[in-house]
């Protein structure tokens, strides 16, 4: 089991775009440190849900000092950037960090942003689809063609090539549950969220899809790695723990409810918890912390409810969501300080018996 943490640059509590910044940053790097397998910041826009706009200027801040932890992207929303720039990019950082790079690439879910880069969202899909397969292409290609509905590319020589033969990992976010299946015949690793309200029966169906995608193309079902995010918190005691994130996972639902989509196939994957905007509006932490999206109590409690996610969503990639809604940075390290003390090797020891 591996443990990687998620970064959104998220800004509800009026600190200044540099705090944010410079407190994040701070986190990624103290991740390696205290034992976490990767780092994973994402891109979002125009809003204060998060305004990390490039994950490769963060990651390659990291990369220069750090050593071994992987450094990875949660998610690149591929739509708004042209893939042979991605490409490039991701590619130059895999040399920098000589070998630690994992590209996660998403469609994205926000109208904000669509409207923003003036993309239309119903073309997500396919605009996704043919970006995959021209960084591919890049990544493994002495010269780049491509004729496809929304890119062309004519015989282009694109450089460099990645460090890691032949590309680095590639892990595909899912929220709809057809995402489940073209994350597997992309070949790529699948990402999904129970923080983002996948229950676990839907998670097992999305699992057995994605592996049958991956059979259906002639790779091995079993070989793809399977990530999951969730939102965790780790307290010295139960009490603290829901004190202190309490607000942050109420500030997180508010937000989320003013700008996902309220209809329609970006939102498919957040049936079971959010039937309208009015829930994500009203939901209160004490009922949310009850359900799997979230994992907030002392390490003992985490522990526990950790083995049984594990048994029943499938994953063996855990992506934990701590620095939510402007917790204090101090309250953070402490939470990873108890996952990386307490909770990493008691999971990794229950699972290996």
């Known amino acids: 089991m591996e443990f990687g943490m998620l970064h959104l640059f998220e800004n509800p509590v009026g600190k200044t775009e540099g705090q944010v910044i410079k407190e994040?940053?701070?986190?990624?790097?103290?991740?390696?440190?205290?034992?976490?397998?990767?780092?994973?910041?994402?891109?979002?826009?125009?809003?204060?849900?998060?305004?990390?706009?490039?994950?490769?200027?963060?990651?390659?801040?990291v990369a220069v000092k750090t050593q071994k932890i992987r450094l990875a992207t949660g998610v690149v929303v591929l739509p708004f950037h042209h893939p042979v720039r991605v490409a490039e990019d991701f590619a130059f950082l895999d040399h920098l960090s000589e070998g630690r790079i994992?590209?996660?690439?998403?469609?994205?879910?926000?109208?904000?942003?669509?409207?923003?880069?003036?993309?239309d969202q119903t073309q997500s899909r396919e605009i996704f689809r043919e970006g995959v397969e021209i960084i591919r292409k890049a990544w493994t290609e002495d010269r780049v063609n491509f004729e496809g509905k929304h890119y062309q590319v004519r015989d282009l020589e694109v450089r460099p090539h990645p460090y890691q033969k032949p590309t680095p990992p590639m892990y595909m976010a899912v929220l709809s549950p057809?995402?489940?299946?073209?994350?597997?015949?992309?070949?790529?690793?699948?990402?999904?969220?129970?923080?983002?309200?996948?229950?676990?029966?839907?998670?097992?169906?999305?699992?057995?899809?994605?592996?049958?995608?991956?059979?259906?193309?002639?790779?091995?079902?079993?070989?793809?790695?399977?990530?999951c995010l969730f939102m965790m918190y780790p307290g010295d005691t139960m009490e603290?723990?829901?004190?202190?994130?309490?607000?942050?996972?109420?500030?997180?639902?508010?937000?989320?409810?003013?700008?996902?989509?309220?209809?329609?196939?970006?939102?498919?994957?957040?049936?079971?918890?959010?039937?309208?905007?009015?829930?994500?509006?009203?939901?209160?932490?004490?009922a949310l912390v009850d359900t799997n999206a979230v994992v907030c109590g002392d390490s003992e409690y985490c522990v526990?409810?950790?083995?049984?996610?594990?048994?029943?969503?499938?994953?063996?990639?855990?992506?934990?969501?701590?620095?939510?809604?402007?917790?204090?940075?101090?309250?953070?390290?402490?939470?990873?300080?108890?996952i990386s003390g307490d909770v990493m090797p008691a999971v990794r020891k229950a699972i290996s018996r």
């Open 24 to 61: 994040q940053m701070e986190l990624m790097m103290a991740a390696e440190s205290l034992g976490f397998d990767s780092t994973w910041p994402a891109e979002h826009h125009f809003s204060e849900y998060g305004f990390c706009a490039s994950p490769q200027v963060s990651l390659a801040a």
């Open 102 to 119: 994992s590209l996660g690439l998403g469609r994205g879910y926000q109208p904000i942003e669509y409207q923003g880069f003036n993309i």
């Open 178 to 227: 057809e995402s489940f299946t073209l994350a597997g015949e992309s070949g790529m690793h699948l990402m999904m969220s129970a923080a983002f309200g996948l229950s676990a029966e839907n998670a097992r169906k999305g699992v057995a899809a994605y592996k049958e995608g991956r059979k259906r193309v002639g790779l091995d079902p079993e070989g793809g790695r399977i990530a």
């Open 240 to 286: 603290k723990a829901r004190k202190e994130f309490k607000d942050p996972v109420e500030w997180y639902f508010r937000t989320i409810a003013k700008y996902v989509a309220p209809k329609g196939e970006a939102v498919k994957g957040y049936e079971n918890y959010k039937k309208s905007q009015q829930f994500a509006e009203e939901v209160t932490f004490e």
């Open 304 to 338: 526990e409810k950790l083995l049984r996610l594990v048994r029943e969503y499938g994953f063996n990639e855990l992506l934990v969501w701590t620095r939510l809604g402007g917790l204090d940075t101090k309250n953070v390290l402490r939470a990873m300080e108890l």
